[in-house]
């Protein structure tokens, strides 16, 4: 069965960092892309930033650019989201769904195919 599993998040203040990470099982990540999503209360769940098969293609969604990394270790069916100078407004729910990769890195979460349960990041000020 294809599962993927989120951890690292937690309680941090602004300023701070945390690195997340998402873990395939049941098939390789081969050919995979991966996105991460996060969402807050009561909104809709939006793309973070994605990473190709390869690592070839790489998206950030324009509030978090310069702040958060994406990055992917194949051969541990790892991907990783490395978060720094976070914001209050980046609490939320965060989850990592995997698409085919010749399909890209879209924005919608109805392209992706299954999905981890999603690992709490909670930012004070």
């Known amino acids: 069965q294809d599962q993927l599993v989120e951890s690292g998040g937690g309680l941090v203040q602004a300023g701070d960092s945390l690195r997340l990470l998402c873990v395939g099982s049941?098939?390789?990540?081969?050919?995979?892309?991966i996105g991460w999503f996060r969402q807050a209360p009561g909104k809709e769940r939006d793309f973070v930033a994605g990473?190709?098969?390869?690592?070839?293609?790489?998206k950030y969604r324009t509030p978090v650019k310069g702040r958060f990394t994406i990055a992917r270790d194949n051969s541990k069916n790892t991907v990783y989201l490395q978060m720094d100078s976070l914001k209050p407004e980046d609490t939320a729910v965060y989850y990592c769904?995997?698409?085919?990769?010749?399909?890209?890195?879209?924005?919608?979460?109805?392209?992706?195919?299954?999905w981890g349960q999603g690992t709490q990041v909670t930012v004070s000020s």
């Open positions: 990473i190709s098969w390869s690592s070839d293609k790489i």
């Open positions: 769904g995997a698409i085919p990769d010749e399909m890209g890195l879209p924005f919608s979460e109805k392209f992706y195919d299954y």
């Open positions: 049941g098939r390789t990540f081969s050919n995979t892309a």
